[in-house]
C-alpha cells in the first residue's frame, strides 16, 4: 500500500468551479507540503504544514487554501478555479529533522485541467 | 531567496556514466537533495549531501562542495531505466525555519 495517498488522481473541470484535491499519508510524519509542477517551471511550494496547528504559505498560494485535518490529512482547495492553474499537483510529506535529512516522500499526484 | 540551475537536458549512452551538475545560491545553505522523476511520476529521493565530499550508493554518486555552490549526481553503466528528470533540492535556513526549493530538472534520455 501507498505511504502517501492523493485523490482524485486527475480531474477536469471548468473555471469558476471549486476544487479540492486531498492528501493522505500512513507514515506518520508530523510536516505535509503542496507543490504544483508545471514544464520548464519545476516544483513551486503552494502550502506547508509542520504540524495541524501550523500552516505557511509557499511561494505561490495565491488562489490556493488548505486545511490540515488530521496529522494524516492535508487538503489543498482552489476557490475559484482558473486555466492557469491546470497543472500536475503533488503532496508531500517529512519528518521532523532530528539529525535526519528531512527528505520528502511525494504521492503519485494529481492531473488537474481547468477549461 | 535562492537561485539553483541545473541543465535542461543531457543525452548518454546505455552503459556509459554521466555526470549532472547544479549550482546555487543561497544565503542558509543546510543540506542538497537529488530526486529522480520519471515522467508523469512522483519524485523519488535518490541522495543527500550536507557536508563537502562525494556520497556514493550503488550506481549513483552525489558530490558537494559547498564552498564553490556545487553539486553533481554521477550515474554510472547507465541503464534505459534511468531515463528520466533529475531534480536537484536545495535546504535553507533562511527565515529561521527549513525551506526546500527545487530546481527545474534535468531531463536525461539514454539512448542505446
Known amino acids: 500500500d501507498a505511504d502517501v495517498t492523493q485523490t482524485p488522481r486527475n480531474r477536469i473541470t471548468k473555471t469558476g468551479k471549486r476544487i479540492m484535491l486531498e492528501c493522505s499519508q500512513t507514515k506518520g510524519h508530523d510536516r505535509m507540503y503542496w507543490y504544483r509542477q508545471d514544464p520548464g517551471l519545476g516544483l513551486r511550494l503552494i502550502y506547508y504544514?509542520?504540524?495541524?496547528?501550523?500552516?505557511n504559505k509557499g511561494e505561490i498560494s495565491d488562489g490556493y487554501s488548505v486545511s490540515r485535518q488530521a496529522q494524516a490529512k492535508f487538503s489543498l482547495s482552489l476557490e475559484s478555479a482558473i486555466p492557469n492553474q491546470t497543472a500536475l499537483y503533488f503532496c508531500a510529506t517529512s519528518d521532523r529533522e532530528t539529525s535526519a535529512t528531512d527528505t520528502q516522500y511525494f504521492g503519485p499526484g494529481t492531473r488537474l485541467t481547468v477549461l | 531567496g535562492q537561485n539553483i540551475d541545473q541543465p535542461t537536458e543531457m543525452t548518454a549512452t546505455e552503459g556509459a556514466i554521466v555526470q549532472i551538475n547544479c549550482t546555487y545560491q543561497?544565503?542558509?545553505?543546510?543540506?542538497l537533495f537529488w530526486y529522480q522523476q520519471h515522467a508523469g511520476e512522483a519524485p523519488t529521493f535518490l541522495s543527500y549531501?550536507?557536508?563537502?565530499g562525494l556520497e556514493e550508493k550503488g550506481r549513483f554518486s552525489s558530490f558537494l562542495s559547498r564552498s564553490k555552490g556545487y553539486s553533481y549526481l554521477l550515474l554510472k553503466e547507465l541503464q534505459m531505466k534511468d531515463s528520466a528528470s533529475y531534480l536537484c533540492?536545495?535546504?535553507?535556513?533562511?527565515?529561521?525555519?527549513?525551506?526546500?526549493?527545487f530546481g527545474t530538472g534535468t531531463k536525461l534520455q539514454v539512448i542505446p
Open positions: 543561497t544565503s542558509g545553505f543546510n543540506g
Open positions: 549531501n550536507v557536508l563537502d
Open positions: 533540492a536545495v535546504r535553507d535556513l533562511g527565515g529561521g525555519y527549513q525551506k526546500v526549493t
Open positions: 504544514s509542520f504540524d495541524v496547528k501550523d500552516i
